[in-house]
């Protein structure tokens, strides 16, 4: 019996191949397609969003080396996930002093002189979306950035990796302080009061910085 996915638009690439390492081939994914006849209808809305087997048993599905962990000394990257670049599907939420933040974020981390590395996400960099959970389950001890989707990469790093956002007080979310509990990492968010109705955002930089010190 012929097992289908039906699910609403269709996503970037990753979505898709994320589908394929559930088992899922693109022909069984179903887009904004109402008009298929099923013998069992399974909906997945019933089942809980955060509970610690969901998150392992998801790891083990599509990524099974981030359930492995990594040494942190072995770790030099600190990711930083920009909104600023114009590579999101929607506008809003960037940090406005972000030449800043990153500039000290640089500073403190040649003054440590561990050899840390400050990096840009940018999706594009990887050939595949295998690729780039292996990269940053290998490479990275930190994740940064405004609430936004990139953040869920944070989901393939290792388990003490720090995640550091930044949310508008306009539209609190609790979605990456819940995923990272699930992961046992480290966790802080900055509550900023936006600067315009796009949620935009001035970033309180020393307060970044404590957070990795």
Not at 10 to 32: C, D, N, P, T
Not at 117 to 145: C, W
Not at 154 to 172: C, G, K, Q
Request: aromatic residues 8%; charged residues 25%.
């Amino acid at each position: 019996q012929t097992r289908y996915v039906a699910t609403g638009r269709e996503g970037h690439k990753s979505v898709e191949e994320f589908w394929s390492y559930l088992g899922y081939a693109a022909i069984q994914v179903l887009h904004s397609d109402t008009s298929f006849v099923a013998s069992q209808l399974i909906w997945s809305c019933r089942a809980p969003l955060i509970h610690p087997w969901l998150t392992r048993r998801s790891l083990s599905l599509l990524s099974p080396d981030s359930l492995q962990p990594v040494d942190k000394s072995t770790r030099k990257l600190i990711l930083y996930m920009t909104r600023s670049n114009g590579l999101n599907l929607n506008a809003g939420r960037e940090v406005l002093n972000e030449d800043i933040l990153l500039a000290d974020i640089q500073a403190l981390l040649d003054k440590r002189g561990k050899r840390e590395q400050l990096k840009i996400f940018n999706h594009e960099d990887f050939p595949s979306t295998d690729a780039l959970m292996r990269y940053v389950h290998q490479n990275v001890k930190a994740v940064i950035g405004p609430h936004g989707s990139a953040l869920h990469n944070h989901f393939w790093t290792a388990e003490d990796t720090l995640l550091i956002e930044f949310m508008p007080t306009s539209r609190p979310d609790f979605a990456f302080y819940e995923a990272a509990s699930m992961r046992d990492q480290p966790y802080a968010v900055l509550m900023l009061d936006p600067a315009d109705d796009e949620h935009n955002m001035e970033v309180d930089v020393p307060a970044v910085l404590d957070c990795q010190r």
